[in-house]
């Protein structure tokens, strides 16, 4: 049991499942819960089903775990820096942290806005290494999709169609006949909840031109951990095995990659990844090296003058 102050400067008394009246007095009670018992209560509303939604079940999962199944009506800054510590200390890096705070924070600021806990900690950002974008060669393409295809056409397939739209993987597998019409594909179910439509480069529209034979669409016959398995036999077969940033998330890196370098503004290719914001896509912009050519040439002609001037 606890009292608190809501914002009109009221007493308030916090019990347990409980309601209570003290004479003519309103009295604003707030239950205990757990981040388990939270999630199953507002999972549906704030999260679509797909991988996302999958994701995060599993770090609310872990959350609650952390906490020992611990109910609460007040999430403390001690609990939440408690809960960063025990992730850090579990080798999670701070971008991980991050992808479980926002969920976390989510969660919280909906049951916080609903009365189920009156009151929320600051979620601190943790500061991220930028790292490095691991893209595909085009020799690197060839040799792999050779041999992902010496294992398996369909596979092939969905590779050559991945590296040529960017999409995600889940995004090409939940494609349906009917989105892929008139040398397009249209996403509808994207991690960003944004659809998006591309237009079809010519092998792209080959990857999907193949009889239905009773399938929803062109991959669905496909499974992403059957696929993953292929793709870590036919990286191995070609002297990729050590390199870990080669996974098939890379042919998304590589489109980006090639859209900057031949020209393709960034807004262009926001759109086309189906990104929230401009600042994901900002993380290709050291590509754009043609870019920044024309600043040479305004510094040489700065010199030609400066040299005049002496």
């Known amino acids: 049991m606890s009292l608190v102050i809501d914002s009109d400067g009221e007493w308030n008394l916090s019990v347990s499942r409980y309601s209570v009246t003290f004479g003519s007095e309103r009295i604003r009670l707030v239950s205990e819960f757990s981040l388990k018992e939270l999630f199953a209560k507002y999972a549906d509303i704030l999260w679509e089903p797909g991988k996302h939604r999958y994701n995060v079940t599993f770090f609310i999962g872990e ?172 990286k191995a077969e070609i002297g990729l095995a050590q390199d870990d940033q080669v996974v098939p998330h890379a042919l998304r890196h590589t489109c980006a990659s090639r859209l900057v370098q031949g020209g393709i503004d960034l807004r262009r290719v926001q759109m086309w990844l189906g990104h929230q914001t401009l600042t994901m896509t900002m993380r290709y912009a050291h590509l754009a090296t043609s870019d920044l050519d024309p600043c040479v040439t305004v510094l040489e002609g700065c010199k030609r003058l400066g040299g005049k001037k002496r």
Request: charged share 30%; glycine share 6%.
């Open 63 to 234: 959350l609650d775990e952390l906490m020992m199944g611990r109910r609460f009506s007040a999430f403390s800054q001690e609990t939440l820096d408690d809960l960063v510590g025990k992730l850090r200390a579990r080798g999670n890096s701070n971008a991980t942290i991050n992808r479980k705070m926002a969920a976390l924070s989510k969660l919280l600021r909906k049951a916080h806005k609903m009365g189920d806990i009156h009151s929320l900690p600051e979620f601190r950002r943790q500061k991220e290494r930028s790292g490095r974008i691991r893209f595909l060669s085009r020799d690197e393409e060839e040799m792999l999709f050779s041999s992902i295809r010496r294992r398996n056409e369909d596979m092939a397939r969905l590779s050559v169609f991945l590296v040529d739209t960017g999409c995600r993987l889940g995004e090409a597998l939940g494609l349906t006949w009917n989105d892929v019409i008139d040398g397009r594909a249209s996403f509808w179910i994207t991690k960003s909840a944004r659809a998006r439509s591309v237009p079809l480069t010519q092998r792209a529209q080959k990857a999907v031109d193949i009889p239905k034979d009773g399938a929803k669409g062109p991959f669905a016959m496909l499974r992403q951990a059957q696929y993953r398995t292929v793709w870590n036999e036919a």
